[in-house]
């Protein structure tokens, strides 16, 4: 049986002058759906997502091992 987990997040940057970069853990995958607010006609995958001050992003996470996932952040 092949489990696959899928989270949507609105991820958002509320710092006033850093920049955050996030990463997911390699069994997951990551998509951007959207940027403030506007959405993609299709997703992107990303290896890294970097948020500007004030960013806001939509990101599709797919996971193939079931359990808790962290993600990164610098």
Same mark, same amino acid.
């Given at each position: 049986?092949?489990?696959?987990?899928?989270?949507?997040?609105r991820? %958002?940057?509320?710092?006033?002058? =850093?920049?955050?970069?996030?990463?997911? +853990? !390699?069994?997951?995958?990551?998509? /951007?759906?959207?940027?403030?607010?506007?959405y %993609?006609?299709?997703?992107?995958? =990303?290896?890294?997502?970097?948020?500007? +001050? !004030?960013?806001r992003f939509?990101? /599709?996470?797919?996971c193939?091992?079931?359990?808790?996932?962290?993600?990164?952040?610098?």
């Amino acid at each position: 049986i092949c489990v696959v987990v899928q989270v949507r997040l609105r991820v %958002l940057n509320a710092g006033g002058s =850093l920049f955050v970069s996030l990463t997911m +853990p !390699g069994t997951c995958e990551m998509y /951007l759906l959207a940027q403030d607010g506007v959405y %993609l006609d299709t997703a992107r995958v =990303l290896q890294r997502l970097t948020i500007p +001050p !004030g960013g806001r992003f939509d990101v /599709l996470v797919i996971c193939h091992v079931v359990g808790r996932q962290w993600a990164a952040t610098r």
